[in-house]
């Protein structure tokens, strides 16, 4: 079983920054890609930013610039530091990830919780 454990959400005033972190835990044979997601009440899900196991990095055109993914393979961590934020950036963001394990060998897809990021004045 894998578990995904988003941590450093909260409140910001616009033009702030906040670093969130998506640890990986469990049997883990391989992990592939790692990504965050956000989603807004009454909104589909949509992805914010993904970075393979190779290193290379996808990110929606909203946060270009502002927010950069990054992971320690060591750890099964992944890293989204946010600058600039914008109310518009207040959802619930999600850690998404592929990962196969060490008893079956097959690759599933998890999600973690949730956690809440607030821009706000």
């Known amino acids: 079983q894998v578990q995904l454990v988003e941590s450093g959400g909260g409140l910001v005033q616009p033009g702030g920054s906040l670093r969130l972190f998506c640890a990986a835990s469990?049997?883990?044979?391989?992990?592939?890609?790692m990504g965050w997601y956000r989603q807004a009440p009454g909104k589909q899900r949509e992805l914010v930013a993904l970075?393979?196991?190779?290193?290379?990095?996808n990110y929606a055109d909203p946060v270009k610039g502002r927010f950069t993914i990054s992971r320690d393979n060591s750890k099964n961590t992944v890293y989204l530091p946010m600058n600039s934020l914008k109310p518009a950036d207040t959802p619930v963001y999600y850690c998404?990830?592929?990962?196969?394990?060490?008893?079956?060998?097959?690759?599933?897809?998890?999600w973690g919780q949730g956690t809440q990021v607030t821009v706000s004045s």
């Open positions: 469990g049997s883990i044979f391989i992990i592939y890609a």
């Open positions: 970075i393979t196991n190779s290193g290379s990095t």
């Open positions: 998404n990830s592929d990962i196969s394990l060490c008893d079956t060998r097959l690759r599933e897809n998890y």
